[in-house]
């Protein structure tokens, strides 16, 4: 069998990650013999999460990666310059408390048309068929400029 990296998603509680998440893999001993390691989609909230003492239960002893992250519309910290410092200990917890050997934030840019990129993205891009100049007045058409309260977590 080909090796698998199997995802499953936490949503704020980790407690449920690998003993249901990655379930029916994770309690199959020869399923599970194919598995590199466990990636998470946790969305974006308290920087403690690695910390919990379950969350590395159900593993196996495959490492753990975090997959995607972004802070949701309507969070308290949701663009803020708050989530700079959140994001920055919750990814050092994750690798010093999970033992992960990576984490991702898959959203790079996302464009200025879209309601969620203060809390998902590195950085913001402009469509070119965007002509609405009142987010981003300065940014082009086709350019890209940093999203400062996520980006500055990843410097």
Same mark, same amino acid.
């Given at each position: 069998?080909?090796?698998?990296?199997?995802?499953?998603?936490?949503?704020?509680?980790a407690?449920?990650?690998?003993?249901?998440?990655?379930?029916?893999?994770?309690?199959?001993?020869?399923?599970?013999?194919?598995?590199?390691?466990?990636?998470?989609?946790?969305?974006?909230?308290?920087?403690?999460?690695?910390?919990?003492?379950?969350?590395?239960?159900? %593993?196996?002893?495959? /490492?753990?990666?975090?997959?995607?992250?972004?802070? !949701?519309?309507? !969070?308290?910290?949701?663009? @803020?310059p708050?989530s700079?410092?959140?994001?920055?200990?919750?990814?050092?917890? $994750?690798?010093?408390?999970? !033992?992960?050997?990576?984490?991702?934030?898959?959203?790079?840019?996302? /464009? %200025?048309?879209?309601?969620?990129?203060?809390?998902?993205?590195?950085?913001?891009?402009?469509? /070119?068929?965007? @002509?609405?100049?009142?987010? $981003?007045?300065?940014?082009?058409?086709?350019?890209?400029?940093?999203?400062?309260?996520?980006?500055?977590?990843?410097?």
């Open positions: 069998l080909p090796r698998v990296c199997v995802s499953t998603c936490v949503c704020v509680c407690a449920c990650m690998c003993a249901s998440g990655a379930s029916p893999i994770a309690s199959d001993a020869a399923a599970r013999a194919n598995v590199d390691l466990w990636t998470v989609h946790y969305v974006g909230g308290g920087s403690d999460v690695p910390l919990a003492p379950d969350f590395t239960d159900g %593993t196996y002893g495959i /490492p753990i990666i975090n997959n995607e992250f972004e802070y !949701q519309p309507g !969070q308290a910290i949701f663009g @803020t708050q700079t410092l959140n994001t920055a200990q919750l990814i050092m917890n $994750f690798f010093t408390f999970a !033992q992960s050997p990576g984490f991702y934030w898959i959203h790079a840019l996302k /464009p %200025t048309t879209n309601k969620e990129s203060a809390g998902y993205s590195l950085g913001y891009w402009r469509p /070119p068929q965007d @002509t609405n100049m009142t987010r $981003f007045p300065d940014l082009a058409p086709r350019h890209w400029v940093y999203n400062p309260s996520n980006a500055h977590c990843d410097g």
